[in-house]
């Protein structure tokens, strides 16, 4: 995989080089099932920052472009900053999530590292991992209700990537091993 290699990146040099911004801003991508969220999970708490899960803003299987916009124009909006929750349930808009445009801030989710969101972030991360084992972990996850979607949702993740190459935007790229080092370091960092 392309761009910056994540071996030998270890918590304290990452927390590090991401408390030299004023304010961090940190993108984590890559493709479901890779680690994203539990790289994040980690991170926002070692670095006392929000996190937004982008989970929680697609709307619907097909929204990954429309969540990767939203990060853009609304969770990194300079002014009043913030999303819209997606209700999984209803399959609707549901209510407004403000954030605090001074503290720290990780987005993570499919589709957040674009050459846009990059811009207006300090820190880009892409976990890199197997299809199939991704594909093994989303679905051990998820299960039932993810298994029909995979391939549509994978589809749009590919076009995203060939689009955006969100790999070459990322400060670092992390190996799964990278990922389980670092959240074991960040665990006992906080």
Known sequence: MPGPDGLGVGAPTLLARLRRAARPVVLIDGGSGSGKTTLAEALAPALVAQLVRLDDIYPGWDGLDSASLAVHDDV??????????????????????????????????????????????????????????????????????????????????????????????????????DVVRLVDELASSV
């Open 76 to 177: 990194l909006a300079p002014l009043g900053p913030g999303w819209r929750r997606w209700d999984w349930v209803t399959e609707t808009a549901a209510e407004w999530k403000a954030l605090d445009a001074s503290l720290p801030l990780v987005i993570e989710g499919s589709g957040c590292l674009s050459r846009a969101n990059r811009a207006r972030a300090t820190f880009g991360i892409w976990v890199e991992l197997d299809a199939p084992t991704r594909k093994q972990r989303a679905l051990a996850r998820d299960g039932d209700t993810y298994a029909p979607h995979w391939d549509r949702w994978a589809a749009q993740e590919r076009s995203f990537g060939l689009r955006e190459h969100p790999w070459f935007l990322a400060d670092v790229v992390l190996s799964d091993e």
